[in-house]
């Protein structure tokens, strides 16, 4: 007996430890899942390779610990040893005693470490580069992903809960993201999750498993899942703001022109501002000039500014020379639903009054940034200049470049070829700089481009790098970021120094006279973006290449004069309101396979919600059903069916609230049916049924045919359901507990227990 206590218990331990190993998979894997939904955060492998090794040690390492006998509520204390150690040892630089204790110094340039972070999140687009600060945060937050998972998965045994963990970690990418969360990705960690489960049923309860019902119920679910990430509102792939209903928020996250792609996808316009001006027609408002490009992201130049005083003048113009014709215009701003800090203002901005808050200029594109303060709420009046250069003083202008102009021509060494042969496609011919730029406009508007917000989504190429470029070039479908980024790397690539612009679209006027238009309205909608070339002794100019949005400079059109100044356009006559520049609604249908979003696309997707949640919870009675069907049918073609006959009655009984255990024999559980459906056909069909079980357990097999099987199978399954009264027949039908493995014992009811 001793020996057999022993040989139980070390039969005991190592089920523990294999399902230690068990749950340890699951959960890599679970973090394999997580890492597909991170790509596209950080360029190139060394953040992936990071974060799996660092995980899968820290979870194999818990394994091992409890498998030698540790407890499993100690170990997580040992994991955050060991990641303390990991964390000293990988960015520590050598502050730490043996190079893996932590010290004081080892903590400080932790902080280092996050400070970085902070700073370059806010500069770096997505993908972002594989900077040492960024593998720090990987690195953290595999330790911490590691740890919780174990704790909750194990030390707790409570794996269910492991569920917020996975969804903090995927409301990352969902956010950042410009295409919003993949349902590939999605969908994977779902399974991860499910088997999870399933590693964790097994762990409490091993024997026979029976995972068909479990994993179709799953797949139904990951199915479901994917599905509603592809229909339901606010999981399309326009990322987290394409359900938002709250304000316009630019330069304050990873990139600005990201971030005025996802306005421009908003299902419903916001009011950003309105404005009055003295000026003829509505101007371009600028907030602020993209002038250092990456090779992923265009992101505004940080460098040293100057306190803005209250109606002081600011500048000069940089590179402007008093040969080009110019007139003062006033304009008054009210910030309606917009935040951001930097400025709009019609550039080039000359003075500002009225702000609240304190407020700097860029001496060297004018861009006005709030010092711990935004524009939301914000009323001012800004004095700007229209400037009308000609042609001829464009065509003469170029040659010379100056020394604080030249880092305006950087392009990174592995820009695709397609950009830079384009350019010189586009150009041919074309001998002035002016003459090359106004060739590289023209080429965006004649060579069937097309604006749309939505075809770079769908097919993966939203954003402003340069691979988003060449794609963009060949498939000839972007809005203003692309039209704009792409003017600019080739007008680089030619040697012109360019930028990009972002702001906004002169947006739509009250009405008015000619000579006053009355009060502008800007929305998100009117959200754009322009490249800016420099031409020597004019300055930075304004182009516009996008189809369908803003004005073309009169400057690059024949046939105008100095007079007709730039960027803005003519003043309506009438005094009906109307929209000065063409600026199509941002889901517009311009390109092959996008159409505008239907008033009843709400109504319609919540309908589809609601039929897949009923869907899924008609799975189980559709799998107890066809289970059923099967084992009558072989009832009908086979031979030994009483013990498809056995399984059925004990998985009826099971799902009308019986205990129905494997280890009762059939004479006994025949007994118990017997006397719960007393005086009705059922009874004896039982007995009948009995007496084929046991002639079958000690003879040749009966066919089931031959002596009624399925006949008196259904007439004892009437009877049972009789007893069980309407209530309990329909949760049976509903709720079939017979799905689950044979461990999970139902609550004993009619019938008495086992």
């Keep these: 007996m001793v020996s057999e206590a022993v040989a139980l218990g070390m039969t005991g331990v190592r089920r523990r430890r294999q399902a230690y190993w068990r749950i340890t998979g699951a959960l890599v894997l679970q973090v394999l899942a997580l890492s597909f939904a991170l790509g596209g955060l950080i360029q190139g492998p060394t953040w992936w390779f990071a974060l799996m090794l660092t995980s899968s040690f820290l979870l194999v390492s818990g394994a091992a610990l409890r498998a030698v006998g540790v407890h499993r509520r100690l170990v997580p204390v040992l994991e955050f040893v060991l990641a303390l150690m990991i964390m000293t040892a990988a960015f520590g630089n050598g502050t730490g005693l043996l190079g893996l204790i932590p010290t004081a110094g080892t903590v400080q340039r932790w902080g280092v470490y996050l400070q970085q972070a902070q700073l370059s999140i806010y500069q770096q687009g997505t993908p972002a580069e594989s900077l040492p600060e960024f593998i720090f945060l990987v690195v953290a937050g595999a330790c911490l992903i590691a740890i919780v998972l174990d704790i909750l998965a194990v030390a707790f045994r409570a794996p269910a809960f492991t569920a917020l963990g996975v969804v903090a970690v995927l409301v990352v990418p969902g956010t950042l993201l410009g295409d919003g969360l993949d349902p590939i990705a999605l969908a994977a960690s779902a399974v991860a999750f499910l088997w999870l489960l399933r590693c964790d049923v097994r762990t409490r ?3 026979s ?6 994993l179709s119920v799953g797949a139904a679910a990951v199915v479901v899942a994917m599905l509603l990430s592809g229909t339901a509102p606010g999981f399309d792939k326009g990322g987290a703001t394409s359900f938002t209903a709250g304000g316009i928020s630019i330069g304050g996250t990873v990139t600005p022109l990201i971030d005025l792609g996802k306005d421009l996808r908003r299902p419903a316009a916001v009011r950003a501002l309105t404005y009055t001006t003295t000026a003829s027609g509505g101007p371009y408002l600028k907030l602020a000039s993209l002038d250092q490009f990456t090779g992923s992201v265009w992101k505004h130049r940080e460098r040293d500014t100057k306190r803005l005083s209250d109606g002081v003048a600011i500048g000069p113009v940089p590179g402007l020379s008093d040969a080009v014709k110019r007139s003062k215009i006033t304009t008054s701003v009210e910030i309606d639903d917009m935040t951001s800090r930097w400025l709009p203002v019609p550039a080039p901005v000359q003075s500002v009054k009225g702000l609240n808050g304190t407020w700097s200029w860029d001496p060297d594109d004018l861009t006005l940034g709030g010092i711990n303060v935004t524009t939301q709420g914000q009323k001012y009046t800004v004095t700007s200049l229209t400037l009308a250069p000609t042609a001829d003083q464009l065509k003469a202008a170029g040659g010379f470049v100056p020394a604080d102009i030249q880092r305006d021509l950087f392009l990174p060494s592995n820009m695709p070829a397609i950009i830079g042969q384009t350019a010189l496609t586009a150009t041919a011919g074309a001998v002035s700089e002016y003459d090359k730029a106004v060739a590289l406009q023209d080429y965006f508007r004649d060579n069937g481009f ?7 989504l769908k097919q993966g190429y939203d954003g402003d790098g340069t691979r988003v470029i060449a794609k963009f070039l060949q498939v000839k479908s972007g809005y203003c970021v692309h039209f704009a980024s792409a003017m600019a790397l080739m007008a ?7 930028r990009v612009a972002e702001g906004y679209l002169p947006g739509t006027s009250s009405g008015g006279t000619a000579n006053s238009p009355g009060t502008y309205t800007v929305t998100s909608d009117d959200l754009h973006a322009w490249p800016e070339l420099y031409f020597a002794g004019v300055g930075w100019v304004p182009f516009e290449p996008t189809v369908g949005r803003g004005t073309i400079p009169s400057y690059t059109r024949p046939n105008t004069t100095p007079d007709q100044v730039v960027p803005t356009t003519g003043p309506g006559s009438s005094a009906a309101p109307k ?10 249908a311009g390109a092959a396979g996008t159409t505008p979003p239907s008033p009843l696309q709400p109504v319609l997707s919540g309908l589809g ?28 073609e086979s031979w030994g069916g009483a013990a498809v006959v056995w399984d059925e009655l004990r998985d009826t009984a099971r799902d009308l609230g019986w205990s129905a255990p494997d280890t009762e024999t059939p004479r006994a559980f025949a007994r118990r049916i017997a006397a719960a459906v007393e ?13 084929v079980r046991e002639r079958d357990a000690f003879g040749p097999p009966t066919r089931a045919v031959a002596v009624g099987l399925a006949d008196d199978l259904r007439r004892v399954i009437d009877a049972l359901e009789a007893q069980a009264g309407r209530g309990l027949r329909l949760k049976a039908a509903l709720i079939p507990v017979s799905l689950l493995p044979a461990g999970w014992r139902s609550p004993a009811s009619v019938g008495g227990p086992a």
């Design 205 to 207: 309860r091993p024997g």
């Design 492 to 498: 680089r690539s030619l040697g012109i120094p360019a």
């Design 579 to 588: 929209r000065l520049v063409p600026t199509d609604q941002p889901n517009v």
């Design 679 to 691: 005086g009705t056909p059922g009874e004896e069909a039982v007995l009948r049924l009995l007496d």
């Design 609 to 636: 919600v609601a039929l897949l949640v009923i869907a899924v919870l008609l799975t189980p009675a559709v799998l107890r059903r066809m289970r059923r069907r099967a084992r009558l049918r072989r009832l009908s």
């Design 209 to 214: 498993p029976r995972p068909a019902a479990a």
């Design 450 to 456: 097309v604006y749309s917000t939505q075809t770079p």
